[in-house]
């Protein structure tokens, strides 16, 4: 028998593949990765070969058709693609469409309107708590934006407080988080939401001299504001122990815009010096407030991937120096790479999580794909809604927006994409391909956010031939 085994022929998949400086890049559906030389790579295209031809490690990452591991690699290409099963976790709750900031790269719209009809009200608020708890997801993510969630204070303590109510005849895992510029935060406010063990997110864009260029506010009081609150948050974090709730660390996001380029290092010692562990870079998005303004804070994806490259670097070098700081986009590749799951990033899922990893209460009740989908709707453009607060649960999640989204984001039927050697790791967003390009589909040969994605992997793939470096990602996760 073993004789006849070493006899038997074996076909190694290829289909996902890309030539690079030191040799062939392999990748598979199941999330396996490897590097050949170009000589070995020329050896296993032929059609048919021995088990003697084969180097071992293709067997073991399930490149070779004959011996994939069924049952191993189908759970590892379930839990890639999870939210595809699954009934949306994350709900979005746009509290109120009023603003006190003008940002220049607000995708939502916001930037001076103050009319009171854009705030939700709290029998709306209600509603859609009610329909996100009558969703069948095991796991429930309430997470409040604006406009800025504070000035509807009333309706979103009220809320926060329905919601923990709700929990309580529940077997769902629940949790609430809040994105806000923290202008109007306070001591009494802070210590609710702590209480309530309320996530706390806002934007920290670097430096005072980046930040104010990026973030405008009355009286330029936004940087000393948010430098403010995260330092009393994190302090609260750091002494909670012996409270009978739980208080988790801030957390903050960077958009980089032109004011950002050029300012890589400053901007993550500002993080560090801020006592934050975790950064979130991100392209500003053509999108929205942030569209019409593009010609100030615009920028291309060699220029982005230029700033991120320097940045990822810079963090990784001070990780070796014993600084714990790690980047949140990285991370969320990086579990797809090690197989740690979905990342939990609908924007690179494939399909995305448009109408099931996520989906999005405006303040007037109407529900959208996704946060994204709903900032459209600003602009009088509803081709991402799928329903309201009113409607059945099952009406709004199999809604035709949902489903194009999936057809149009499912990278199996991209040209492009569908032999990539990045796509396994993937996605496309379908609001943007629109907003940009004029179709959900989009062009993936001039696509910004293609090429951006494209770039981010291959560094962590060039990163990763780095042992050591290999070791310090893997401790991110």
């Known amino acids: 028998m073993e004789d006849k085994h070493k006899t038997e022929k074996y076909t190694v998949l290829l289909q996902h593949w890309q030539k690079n400086k030191d040799g062939v890049v392999l990748t598979n559906d199941f999330g396996g990765r490897t590097e050949l030389s170009e000589e070995e790579f020329k ?43 699954l009934a949306p976790s994350l709900h979005i709750m746009v509290i109120t469409g009023r603003c006190n900031m003008q940002c220049v790269y607000c995708q939502a719209g916001s930037p001076g309107k103050q009319d009171k009809i854009l705030d ?14 009558n969703t069948p997801s095991p796991a429930l993510n309430f997470e409040f934006q604006g406009g800025e969630p504070l000035i509807n204070w009333n309706v979103l303590s009220s809320t926060v407080e329905y919601i923990r109510e709700k929990e309580k005849k529940s077997v769902r895992t629940v949790s609430i988080s809040l994105i806000s510029n923290f202008i109007l935060m306070n001591e009494a406010k802070a210590d ?135 980047e949140q986009a990285c991370c969320v590749f990086c579990s797809k790479i090690f197989d740690e799951g979905s990342g939990g990033n609908c924007d690179v899922d494939s399909p995305c999580g448009a109408g099931t990893g996520q989906i999005a209460y405006n303040y007037d009740g109407s529900i959208y794909t ?6 459209l709707a600003i602009d009088g453009d509803d081709i991402f809604r799928i329903g309201s607060v009113d409607d059945p649960v099952e009406k709004v999640l199999t809604a035709d927006a949902v489903r194009a989204c999936k057809c149009a984001s499912d990278l199996n039927s991209q040209a492009m994409c569908s032999r990539c050697v990045y796509m396994p790791y993937c996605g496309t967003c379908p609001v943007f391909n629109y907003e940009t390009q004029g179709s959900i589909a989009g062009d993936m040969a001039n696509n910004m956010r293609c090429a951006i994605n494209k770039g981010q992997l291959s560094l962590i793939f060039e990163l990763l031939k780095d042992r050591e470096n290999e070791v310090i990602l893997k401790k991110w996760l």
């Not at 409270?243 to 010692?269: E, L």
């Open 43 to 85: 050896k296993i295209s032929a059609v048919e070969l021995s088990e003697t031809e084969i180097p071992e490690r293709l067997f073991e990452e399930g490149f070779v058709a004959e011996m994939i591991d069924s049952s191993k690699h189908s759970l590892s290409w379930a839990n890639r693609h999870c939210s595809v099963f």
């Open 120 to 133: 939700m009200s709290l029998e709306t608020a209600k509603k859609a708590v009610d329909f996100a708890f």
């Open 192 to 326: 609710f939401l702590l209480k309530n063990e309320v996530i706390l997110c806002t934007s920290l864009d670097g430096p005072e001299c980046v930040h104010a260029k990026n973030r405008h506010s009355e009286n330029d009081i936004s940087y000393k504001t948010v430098r403010k609150w995260l330092k009393y948050f994190k302090e609260r974090y750091d002494n909670q122990e012996g409270k009978s709730y739980r208080i988790f660390k801030p957390g903050a996001i960077v958009t980089v815009t032109k004011n950002s380029i050029g300012c890589a290092r400053k901007i993550i010692d500002e993080y560090v010096e801020a006592g934050l562990e975790t950064v979130y870079l991100r392209p500003v998005s053509k999108i929205g407030y942030a569209g019409r303004n593009w010609n100030e804070i615009g920028i291309t994806s060699a220029e982005y991937l230029e700033f991120y490259s320097e940045a990822l670097k810079y963090i990784i070098e001070l990780n070796k120096k014993g600084v714990k700081i790690s």
């Open 370 to 375: 996704c946060d994204e989908g709903r900032m």
